[in-house]
């Protein structure tokens, strides 16, 4: 049994160990394709109180890492169409803001990254804490583990993006949820609504907090009282916390970010981008609202919910072992887990199971319902985190949007826990058998320090870490690519190599949040497959491997976009990588 103080040094150590992991790792990193649209998009918020763009994700963690931001003088291109004109122009503007109007962007790019870092340590902390008070000290070490070692957690919560902050906003909200089912007083039901608007800001994918909350807080109100009067006031009480959530923390961001964003202007860019919405009665909705000045921020925030929606519905072109689609895989997340998941925890997660089928006593078509009734009521959080698991994951695998594992990654630390739970379960099951325990203990060792090994082992590129099964960094290109193994990171690391190797002019097709013209000036020549001289390049060439899979992969049958003009490039060998995600040639 692990003390108080050792699991609070224990925790602080593996907290710093991520910190400090996490920090050094992003800054050989560049922009990502997100990060391009994201840090200015922040910016804008904060310096113009304006949402023109990027409004399909919500502001809070686009806020927190413009902060900084705040304090380095920058030039705003107030004046370039992609602001004044476009609509939504938010890569135009991005790359306009970042290298064209006078701005330093590594250093626009490393602070920014850095309240990222910050909130990850703060979702590590509290995941520990709720873990910690829910099974106690080994748990939340297991956890914390198993969290701070997460290869994926390390990638994005160094970067700007909304994925960790989706994940913290499911931990959160999901604790002072539970909190106010058990103890329905004026204190929980408040900090329960405010806590779910904070979710709401985080990410649109979290609307789905508003099934999630439905389903385990009828559940809890039959399963406790089998009551329907007692079942009505909790709904009523759910339904109170969602308002309290919508117009106390909701309404009153959204307002602060369109206070100068004209009328006229967000009632005709939302006209534009909803004109190909299906959802043709939430769209005149959202299309009404827009130019209402008390209604207007509910307006914003529905526009991009439903353009959020949209996109998950319709897909992204993408490449998928050796295919090419728009239309999405329903076994894209769960292969895609699979192999970007360090195989250790798989084997863990295995033992857990395994423990917990060995805790079922009696077959279970015995006394079925009375026992499931008796383990959800004194197992109330670890069902919720149950029924989260599998509403996300149907979710995710029966959407079109298949990018990347992040889009999964709120899903993770619940895992986590359940994880760590049937851990310590399967060691409390075999004390009494000494030989058999050192196994286990034994074994347990071994897992976790692998798992631990595998994620130090490839520092400082976590973004394309694959696991054994896949081949490792090296391989996991040839399953999938984009925000799961080249998401543009490596755009320095191609400088880099380009100077120490005194190349005097390379061809580049880049695919990313960088701008190849600015890091390598004039020894930049752009290249496409798509141009119209079709005559393949000499000399040096390098190309990003999303776009390069892109170009080699086999087109799905309802598929009609070109496809195969990449495959000239397989009697090449690269001669080398800029890091993991840059393939670089020497045709001659």
Known sequence: MLSNRITNIIAGILLAMMFFTAFFSMLGDSATMDELAHIPAGYSYLSQKDFRINPEHPPLVKDLAAIPLLFLNLNFPKDHP???????????????????????????????????????????????????????????????????????????????????????????????????????????????????????????????????????????????????????????????????????????????????????????DTKFLLESNPMGSLSNLCIWMADKPLLRPFGHFLLGLLMATQRTAFGNTVYFMGMISASGWWFY????????????????????????????????????????????????????????????????????????????????PFLYVLVSIGIKNWIGGINNLPKTKKMAWFLLLFL??????????????????????????????????????????????????????????IYVDYFGGGDPSYYLKEKYIPYSPFQETKEKPKGWLAVSVTLLQGGRGNPEPRFDQPTGYYKWLNQYEPKARAGDSIFIYYID
């Open 333 to 412: 997340f769960p292969l895609v887990y699979f192999l970007k998941i360090p195989l250790a925890f798989h084997l863990l997660t295995l033992i857990a199971l395994f423990s917990t089928l060995l805790a079922i006593k009696k077959p279970f078509w015995v006394e079925t319902k009375k026992r499931v009734k008796a383990w959800i009521l004194n197992h109330f959080t670890e069902f919720s985190m149950l029924v989260f698991l599998t509403i996300y994951w149907i979710t995710s695998i029966s959407g079109n949007l298949n990018i990347g594992v992040r889009h999964i990654l709120p899903t993770f």
């Open 82 to 268: 992609s602001w004044q004109e476009e609509v939504n122009g938010q890569w135009w503007f991005g790359s306009e803001f970042l290298y064209h109007s006078g701005n330093n962007p590594d250093r626009i790019i490393f602070w920014a990254r850095i309240p990222m870092i910050l909130l990850l340590i703060f979702l590590g902390w509290f995941l520990f804490y709720f873990a910690r008070k829910l099974a106690g000290n080994e748990v939340a070490i297991l956890t914390l583990i198993l969290f701070s070692f997460c290869p994926t957690f390390l990638t994005h919560g160094r970067l700007v993006t909304t994925d960790v902050g989706a994940a913290l906003g499911v931990v959160l909200s999901t604790y002072f949820w539970i909190e106010f089912l058990k103890c329905p007083s004026k204190k929980n039901i408040i900090l329960a609504g405010l806590i779910f608007g904070i979710a709401l800001l985080l990410k649109f994918s979290l609307i789905l907090l508003v099934p999630f909350f439905g389903i385990i807080t009828i559940i809890f109100a039959w399963l406790k009282t089998d009551n329907k009067k007692a079942i009505l006031k909790y709904v009523m009480l759910a339904l109170f916390a969602g308002i309290i959530g919508f117009a106390f923390i909701v309404w009153p961001v959204y307002q602060f970010h369109v206070l100068n964003y004209p009328l006229a202007k967000q009632l005709s």
């Open 448 to 505: 976790f320090l692998w798992y631990i090994g595998s994620s130090l082992m490839v520092f400082p590129h976590y973004l394309s870490y694959f696991n054994e099964i896949a081949g490792g960094s090296k391989n996991g290109y040839k399953y999938v690519v984009d925000s799961n193994y080249d998401w543009g990171q490596d755009l320095k690391r191609l400088t880099w190599f380009v100077e120490n190797n005194k190349i005097e002019k």
